[in-house]
């Protein structure tokens, strides 16, 4: 006997019926039953009826959790938590610096960065590069250790390119200044 048979005529097939019929004796109801059960109290009505839990973890509210931002640097579209504005001319200067360090700007785009009065957005994952290869740059493993005067000079020269007032001293202390203002961003990226 084939499937089609099988479908077309099922109750020839004692097989099935008593299959059928045992599952049917199982089930006890009548077709009424169900229509009893409806006058009950509903499921929904006794979930309404219980107190509402808190959410688990709160979902912060606002048009700024959403908000992309473009890095100034690589112009990519990033999330707020994945970009740092920098806020101060020192901070500012120091990741000027590193993009000319790193190549990733050109002398004249870094003048106009500077003298800009927009503000100055970076991707989290640009700052490490910048400190390490100022740090590359100069030959020191550490940001608190100061460099040896020939590698200093070799940085003075860019950063003379961008801001002439200042020494190589008030630079260092601008870039461990910056260092230590941006740390937890970098503990965060080497996790």
Known sequence: MDLKDLVAQPWENEQLYEC????????????????????????????????????????????????????????????????????????????????????????????????????????NQHIPMVVDEILKLVGVQDHEQFPQNYAIQQLMTIVDSVQTSITAIQFWTMFNGFVHNVGKILEVLEE
Not at 28 to 40: F, G
Not at 81 to 88: H, L, N, V
């Open 20 to 123: 059928l019929g045992d599952q049917m004796k199982e089930i006890k109801e009548e077709p009424t039953d169900s229509w009893k059960r409806a006058e009950e109290p509903q499921p929904l009505e006794e979930l309404e009826q219980m107190p509402k839990l808190e959410p688990m973890v709160e979902r912060p509210s606002g048009p700024h959790i959403i908000k992309k931002f473009t890095c100034s640097l690589c112009s990519e579209k990033q999330l707020n938590y994945k970009i740092k504005e920098i806020q101060t001319e020192n901070d500012k200067l120091v990741i000027i610096v590193g993009f000319l360090v790193c190549k990733y700007v050109e002398l004249n785009q870094a003048v106009q960065l500077m003298e800009s009065e927009a503000k100055l957005l970076v991707c």
